[in-house]
């Protein structure tokens, strides 16, 4: 059955394209939303009539109403919701700027749920849909000098948790996808981006953060095409996950530090049971 994909955040060279490119492999109508659509213009003539691309800066609310209207007059309705559009900031949680810490939020989380609620009454109304929610490895692991956003992905993972039990009547499943270091166009702004910081303390541990995804940038071990091909086999499975993380690093990553919660966890396990009530 032909699925029809609504894809936030398409850029060259950025994993929306990857997910459309992978999604048309197999035969799929895809609509990819972006701030500049021309960007996409080529890309998209090689296909069609079986893409729209759509501008939308999914920060607006009204645009984001606008784009889902459109998508779903162009192909009678949405199947698949991947959310993808994001971006992170890096510095201090004592020194990143509110507005900074703002913005992140309005464009990792709140427009993530913008796009979500606009398209979940037609998925709905047909008793069907997927809603694959892009987070990260860092929204399960925290690292300093992005703990804000790993914040606005740790928010992603809990709304994603939720929406998943309350849609799953509905016909809809949910997925979190949370892709580690993936060679995509996400690290090339690090080399044009100073440390801002406010806070002189803290500007050793950036210029290092800094460092590390400036060296990266292009060698990132995972492949966003594969990573995008392995989501759609993951939505094939009877049962599907629940997550899927993307990449061995980012695999060893979450497993490592989920096993180390539970043990510091069950480590107070008398002191956390001696605080109820006595039978």
């Keep these: 059955m032909t699925r029809r994909w609504f894809v936030t955040g398409g850029t060259p060279g950025g994993f929306g394209v990857a997910f459309a490119e992978a999604a048309l492999e197999t035969g799929d109508l895809v609509v990819i939303t972006s701030?500049?659509?021309?960007?996409?213009?080529?890309?998209?003539?090689?296909?069609?009539?079986?893409?729209?691309?759509?501008?939308?800066?999914?920060?607006?609310?009204?645009?984001?109403?606008?784009?889902?209207?459109?998508?779903?007059?162009?192909?009678?309705?949405?199947?698949?919701l991947l959310n993808n559009a994001g971006r992170g900031w890096f510095g201090s949680i004592e020194g990143m700027s509110e507005s900074s810490v703002r913005m992140m939020f309005e464009l990792n989380f709140f427009a993530v749920l913008s796009v979500t609620r606009a398209v979940l009454p037609g998925m709905r109304a047909r008793g069907d849909g997927w809603i694959v929610n892009v987070s990260s490895v860092a929204g399960l692991v925290a690292a300093p000098g992005f703990g804000y956003y790993s914040a606005t992905k740790?928010?992603?993972?809990?709304?994603?948790?939720?929406?998943?039990?309350?849609?799953?009547?509905?016909g809809i499943s949910v997925l979190a996808v949370e892709p580690g270091a993936t060679r995509t166009n996400a690290y090339a702004g690090f080399a044009e981006e100073p440390v801002s910081e406010p806070i002189p303390e803290y500007h050793e541990l950036l210029e290092h953060v800094r460092a590390t995804f400036v060296d990266m940038d292009g060698v990132q071990p995972g492949d966003p095409y594969r990573g995008a091909r392995a989501v759609i086999s993951a939505m094939a499975q009877q049962p599907p996950p629940r997550r899927l993380v993307l990449g061995n690093s980012g695999f060893d990553?979450?497993?490592?530090?989920?096993?180390?919660?539970?043990?510091?966890?069950?480590?107070?396990?008398k002191i956390s049971r001696s605080t109820d009530f006595p039978d």
């Design 253 to 269: 990553a979450v497993t490592d530090t989920l096993e180390t919660a539970l043990a510091d966890i069950r480590s107070s396990e």
């Design 154 to 170: 740790s928010a992603i993972e809990a709304v994603t948790e939720t929406l998943r039990d309350e849609v799953a009547a509905h």
């Design 35 to 80: 701030r500049r659509p021309q960007e996409l213009a080529a890309w998209a003539e090689q296909y069609g009539d079986r893409v729209l691309v759509v501008p939308l800066d999914v920060t607006d609310a009204d645009q984001v109403q606008r784009a889902v209207r459109e998508a779903e007059e162009r192909f009678g309705g949405i199947d698949v």
